[in-house]
């Protein structure tokens, strides 16, 4: 059997395909992980500058080469939640909402 480029191409597109849709949640983990780290360690001279703390699911999707709407069955396996302003964070570890004051 005689192997061309294009025919390598095909297979090795074939196999990107099919593997697109399997995300592990150790790789959404991992891959927020490193991101969050990223955006702590931002203000060095060269690199884009992050909000400290801040994972957007756009920034984690695109480096997973997904959608957010493909992450988020994902995302609760992972342990990580997203919230109202479409930031990934830890379960547990979003900031208590401000207490309510009572009213004379």
Do not use: C, H, W
Request: charged share 25%.
């Amino acid at each position: 059997m005689k192997t061309t480029i294009g025919s390598v191409k095909k297979m090795v597109a074939s196999v990107m395909g099919e593997a697109r849709g399997r995300i592990s949640p150790q790789e959404v983990l991992t891959t927020y992980e490193d991101l969050y780290l990223n955006s702590r360690r931002s203000n060095r001279a060269g690199e884009p500058k992050m909000e400290p703390g801040v994972v957007s699911i756009e920034s984690l999707a695109s480096f997973l080469g997904a959608t957010p709407q493909e992450l988020a069955p994902v995302l609760a396996k992972a342990g990580l939640i997203v919230d109202k302003n479409g930031n990934v964070s830890e379960r547990g570890m979003t900031p208590y909402p401000p207490t309510l004051k009572a009213v004379r």
